[in-house]
């Protein structure tokens, strides 16, 4: 296997990315937090408009890196993260499909577990099992934030997609999962974070914000769906720093 001694997807100078990473989906959304949210924050890459951004957060120093759609992109981008700037630490910040009448919009989901059919996992490594695991550590310190912080959080498996949720008859999907899982959300992202971390012995966590349900007709206005996000944002970094 060829290695470069310079990442290809991430055009960031060594040393300007922090050893703790909020990674949300969207790129611009790695903008918004570090306007809104960090301070001092400079943009530090955007190949393929892919932006991350580091600032200081409570004067600790952040970076926030957008990781794209799916596996393979957050697989490269996470890669990359902790190959060639020694990350420690990674939450994924997204949003979710609701699969269980549990959970309400807009409320936050902290993956315990993450199962896939994909074969991410086997082609990467010949890794045979179909869940991974974040940190617990990690989790531990977002569930007790949580709490500080009084916000409502659900602590569940989610199951992670190739293919968008809704586009496909996501049930006939469900229905092959383990009985054993309590399947809370279904995302398309975390799976491949939590073995590349587990991987390189990093932490990982992804929390979620709940933005649609099969059990409800709820939809989220504009102001709505910004200020749960906030929450999980907020929640991240507090826990990330500590």
Not at 50 to 69: A, D, E, H, I, R
Not at 102 to 129: G, M, R, W
Not at 163 to 174: A, E, K, Q, T
Not at 208 to 226: H, N, Y
């Amino acid at each position: 296997m060829f290695i470069g001694e310079n990442p290809i997807h991430i055009n960031a100078a060594k040393g300007s990315i922090a050893e703790i990473v909020l990674m949300p989906g969207d790129p611009l959304r790695a903008k918004y937090i570090a306007e809104n949210f960090l301070e001092d924050a400079k943009e530090i890459c955007n190949l393929r408009n892919m932006l991350g951004f580091t600032g200081t957060y409570k004067g600790t120093k952040v970076s926030v890196v957008g990781s794209g759609m799916g596996m393979p992109s957050m697989g490269i981008y996470s890669w990359e993260l902790f190959h060639y700037f020694n990350v420690k630490k990674i939450i994924r910040i997204g949003t979710c499909g609701v699969v269980s009448p549990e959970v309400q919009v807009p409320e936050l989901i902290l993956a315990k577990c993450a199962h896939s059919e994909s074969n991410f996992a086997y082609t990467f490594d010949n890794y045979e099992e179909h869940i991974t695991y974040p940190s617990r550590d990690l989790n531990d310190k977002i569930i007790a934030n949580a709490r500080e912080l009084n916000y409502k959080l659900h602590v569940g498996d989610v199951t992670t997609m190739d293919v968008f949720g809704p586009y496909i008859d996501c049930d006939r999907v469900l229905k092959r999962i383990p009985k054993e899982l309590n399947v809370i959300g279904e995302e398309m992202e975390a799976f491949a974070l939590f073995h590349i971390a587990n991987h390189f012995n990093r932490e990982a966590a992804c929390i979620l914000t709940a933005v649609d349900s099969k059990f409800s007709d709820i939809v989220l206005s504009g102001e709505q769906r910004q200020n749960s996000l906030n929450e999980m944002i907020t929640l991240a970094l507090e826990s990330i720093i500590k």
